[in-house]
């Protein structure tokens, strides 16, 4: 019995001498035993390692948790100085706008105490309205410049010869026609080439005439709305329509005179 077990306490040996070996010419190492399995050849189980301490991070955690969810006192007093602040400014501008607006009221009271209105002179006695009343002259100044002014339309409608005999009656010694200042008899002139240009002529005026009488300068301006027809029949022309006769006439040598013409169509028919 005694070589038997010999025998085999050998061959263990010899067994876990050579696994031993194999395991340090190997790059890997075997797996440890299951903890349930026997030790082989009645040797001793050697005690379990001891685990490493576990380090306990949860509780820390749940603080820190805890510390962040928990209301921070420091923003709410922040909050409640910073309202103060800003009630306390808004009442120093309201008692700054106050006196404002008492210093204003007194400067602009002081200051309509001192620019009252000055009262408005009297007005002037009836003597001095005298002097504005038109000048005596215009009405009979008017009533000559009316005769005067629609016996020269009536002359322009007559025959040329007779319309040419009665030019030098109207009009003064010199005469600005259309704008050009000329004689007598380059007045007569222009008249002449017009009525051979448009031989028959009919001139009816529009309603009354306008007159204006300056005293100053002893003239009045007339104005003449008036229908006009002009006709060639060598020429086979005509010109019809409405034009506008302004003169000046002068009473500054006694008798009127026309010392100034121009005229502006301001329709013509079928235009």
Not at 127 to 146: I, K, T
Not at 176 to 197: D, P
Request: charged share 25%.
């Amino acid at each position: 019995m005694r070589p038997v077990l010999f025998l085999t306490l050998l061959l263990s040996s010899v067994c876990a001498a050579g696994g031993a070996l194999a395991q340090q010419g190997s790059n890997w190492i075997d797996p440890p035993a299951k903890s349930g399995a026997a030790p082989a050849g009645g040797e001793r189980a050697k005690p379990a390692a001891k685990a490493a301490p576990r380090f306990e991070v949860e509780p820390e955690a749940r603080t820190r948790s805890r510390r962040a969810a928990a209301p921070s006192p420091a923003p709410v007093r922040w909050d409640m100085q910073r309202q103060d602040r800003t009630r306390a400014a808004e009442m120093r501008r309201a008692r700054r706008a106050a006196i404002h607006e008492r210093a204003r009221e007194e400067r602009y009271g002081h200051t309509a105490r001192i620019h009252r209105p000055t009262p408005l002179p009297p007005p002037p006695p009836a003597a001095n309205l005298a002097r504005a009343e038109p000048d005596p002259r215009f009405s009979d100044w008017a009533v000559a410049a009316r005769r005067l002014s629609l016996g020269y339309l009536d002359s322009v409608s007559a025959p040329n010869g007779v319309m040419l005999s009665a030019a030098p009656r109207f009009y003064g010694s010199t005469v600005r026609f259309h704008g050009r200042v000329m004689s007598t008899n380059a007045l007569l002139a222009e008249k002449q080439r017009f009525a051979q240009r448009w031989p028959e002529r009919r001139y009816e005026p529009h309603g009354e005439p306008r007159i204006a009488c300056d005293g100053a300068s002893a003239t009045c301006l007339v104005r003449i709305v008036h229908d006009f027809t002009a006709a060639s029949p060598s020429r086979g022309a005509r010109s019809q329509g409405v034009a506008e006769l302004t003169l000046t006439v002068s009473f500054a040598g006694g008798a009127p005179v026309i010392v100034s013409e121009a005229s502006r169509v301001l329709s013509r028919a079928g235009a």
